[in-house]
T-cell receptor
Framework: DTAVSQTPKYLVTQMGNDKSIKCEQN?????MYWYKQDSKKFLKIMFS???????INETVPNRFSPKSPDKAHLNLHINSLELGDSAVYFC?????????????????FGEGSWLTVV | DAKTTQPPSMDCAEGRAANLPCNHS???????VYWYRQIHSQGPQYIIH???NNETNEMASLIITEDRKSSTLILPHATLRDTAVYYCIVRVSPSNTGKLIFGQGTTLQVKP
């Protein structure tokens, strides 16, 4: 049973296309995230949703639009793809973005989606 | 969240203990120390976290100095599968955002 699953794992697409990456977690968590890992391997947060409500938007271009139909799903839609969007995108989840004493704050990551824009 | 400093790389012999240091000299009283690792081509994996006391779980031990300005992650018997990038992160918990800020981490190479 995969706790945080994302699809597709690999995606190659042309510049200007629109694509989506889907994420689902079966942990019953309230909070979900999207992280981006670029070619230099730096991991940076993009978005965070808590109970379907956006709580973090780290100055990501408007071409990136997260959608959370329910608290178990957080999809990432990217419009007008650019070469610089090529990266690995990780979905993650945690029990709550607001914590007590460190308990329940563990963030669990998916296996990543490798996006290549050509 | 406080900044952390880790050595960029370390080697360890298989079967020996791997001791990964982390400096967090500006850590605040309400910030926890978290360790994650990322094995090649996989998502980051939670290892352990602590506030003041030393912690141990099935994966590793975390030793935090008394002044909390540094910590050490210990893998007691490193295996080849422990080769990964290890990230030390300090963050407020409870946090109103829950986000993790990753640095460059330490690339641990376990050698046979």
């Amino acid at each position: 049973d995969t706790a945080v699953s994302q699809t597709p794992k690999y995606l190659v697409t042309q510049m200007g296309n629109d694509k989506s990456i889907k994420c689902e977690q079966n942990l019953g968590h309230d909070t979900m995230y999207w992280y981006k890992q670029d070619s230099k391997k730096f991991l940076k947060i993009m978005f965070s949703y808590n109970n379907k409500e956006l709580i973090i938007n780290e100055t990501v271009p408007n071409r990136f639009s997260p959608k959370s139909p329910d608290k178990a799903h957080l999809n990432l839609h990217i419009n007008s793809l650019e070469l610089g969007d090529s990266a690995v995108y990780f979905c993650a989840s945690s029990q709550s973005g607001v914590l007590r004493g460190g308990v329940g704050n563990t963030i669990y990551f998916g296996e990543g989606s490798w996006l290549t824009v050509v | 969240d406080a900044k952390t400093t880790q050595p960029p790389s370390m080697d360890c012999a298989e079967g020996r203990a791997a001791n990964l240091p982390c400096n967090h000299s500006t850590i605040s009283g309400n910030e926890y120390v978290y360790w994650y690792r990322q094995i090649h081509s996989q998502g980051p994996q939670y290892i352990i976290h602590g506030l003041k006391n030393n912690e141990t779980n099935e994966m590793a031990s975390l030793i935090i100095t008394e002044d909390r300005k540094s910590s050490t992650l210990i893998l007691p018997h490193a295996t080849l599968r422990d080769t990964a990038v290890y990230y030390c992160i300090v963050r407020v918990s409870p946090s109103n955002t829950g986000k993790l800020i990753f640095g460059q981490g330490t690339t641990l190479q376990v050698k046979p």
